[in-house]
């Protein structure tokens, strides 16, 4: 009878400590759950937070570049619109220093190589003096120039030769037209031959154009 008994309470000790058991192995279980769902949560809220900051620094940009848009777009029209362009000619005539300031400001400093387009403008200059051009040289170099857009665009020089003949009066206005040229023209050799009324200009010189601005819209991935 007493062996019976000590049988049946070692039977409800060992379901007590398998309830135990297993009721421990549960409360771990959640308990883990909890910890990695909050880990979770936590790597998630903190990515949500960089998202929204990012997103919020964004808008604000594009809201300052929205004004500063429409103030360029004012500042554009009053630059154009004037009765006297900045060469001090006329916005709608056709001679040389005429154009409206947009024009002008593009055959100054064009943005992409073209050194026929600078040999016609020379050509023009030198018979509006009425000189009489002896030659015209350089290199073409377009296909090393190429079509480039940089985000900071810098002048390019491009090199050229001239040499043209006339009397005196004629070359000093050849000189002159160089000065007050759309394009700017740096002049780096002068040479001069001949008399008062016959006389040769030899000139080495540089212009410049300048490449497109890259605007640069680029994305961002948040991490």
Excluded at 12 to 29: D, E, P, W
Excluded at 67 to 96: E, H
């Amino acid at each position: 009878m007493a062996e019976a008994k000590q049988s049946e309470k070692r039977q409800l000790i060992n379901k007590a400590n398998s309830r135990i058991v297993a009721v421990t192995s549960g409360a771990s279980f959640v308990v883990m759950f909890c910890l990695i769902g909050s880990y979770t949560l936590v790597g998630q809220l903190t990515y949500q937070n960089r998202v929204i900051s990012a997103k919020k620094k964004a808008l604000t940009q594009l809201n300052q570049d929205i004004t500063s848009t429409k103030d360029l777009v004012t500042r554009y029209q009053a630059f154009v619109s004037g009765p006297i362009n900045v060469l001090g000619g006329s916005p709608s005539g056709s001679g040389g220093q005429d154009g409206d300031n947009a024009k002008i400001i593009l055959d100054a400093l064009p943005s992409k190589y073209d050194f026929p387009a600078l040999v016609t403008s020379l050509e023009k200059i030198f018979k509006d003096q009425g000189v009489q051009i002896e030659s015209i040289g350089g290199t073409d170099d377009e296909v090393a120039q190429g079509s480039s857009s940089s985000s900071t665009p810098q002048p390019v020089p491009v090199p050229f030769q001239f040499s043209v003949s006339g009397n005196y009066g004629e070359i000093k206005k050849v000189v002159s037209a160089l000065e007050r040229s759309i394009r700017p023209m740096q002049i780096q050799t002068m040479q001069l031959t001949g008399s008062e009324k016959k006389m040769t200009l030899t000139v080495s010189a540089q212009t410049y154009y300048q490449p497109e601005k890259n605007l640069n819209i680029r994305t961002e991935v948040v991490k």
